[in-house]
């Protein structure tokens, strides 16, 4: 099964921007969808972003045009650009890779972001 490592978390300003990067272990063409969640302990995980093989990719409202999802199939590699990012953005942010034949995710440990002044 793919192995995923979320990397690029860190402590930031609000307003700051960081980029957040995936690496999976094999193609990453191969799924239909790979999407960017993010949870706070305790909390149900929120779907952030999602970047489907094909058709528009589609956003949270609540990061609606501050966010961008983008993949590097060559690199197998996935990727969140976060811009004016907010306190409440403060999250462990997990991709996932969402298997075509039964739409089993397969997850990353995650990375935190945390957004603080």
């Known amino acids: 099964q793919v192995q995923l490592v979320e990397s690029g978390g860190g402590l930031v300003q609000p307003g700051g921007s960081l980029r957040l990067a995936c690496a999976a272990s094999?193609?990453?063409?191969?799924?239909?969808?790979m999407e960017w969640y993010r949870q706070t302990p305790g909390n149900q995980r929120e779907r952030v972003a999602t970047?489907?093989?094909?058709?528009?990719?589609i956003y949270a409202a609540s990061v609606e045009g501050r966010f961008t999802i983008s993949r590097d199939n060559a690199k197998n590699t996935l990727y969140l650009q976060m811009h004016s990012l907010e306190p409440e953005d403060t999250d462990v942010y997990f991709c996932?890779?969402?298997?075509?034949?039964?739409?089993?995710?397969?997850w990353g440990q995650g990375t935190q972001v945390t957004v603080s002044s």
């Open positions: 094999e193609s990453i063409d191969s799924y239909p969808a």
């Open positions: 996932t890779a969402v298997r075509g034949r039964d739409g089993h995710h397969f």
């Open positions: 970047s489907p093989l094909t058709g528009s990719r």
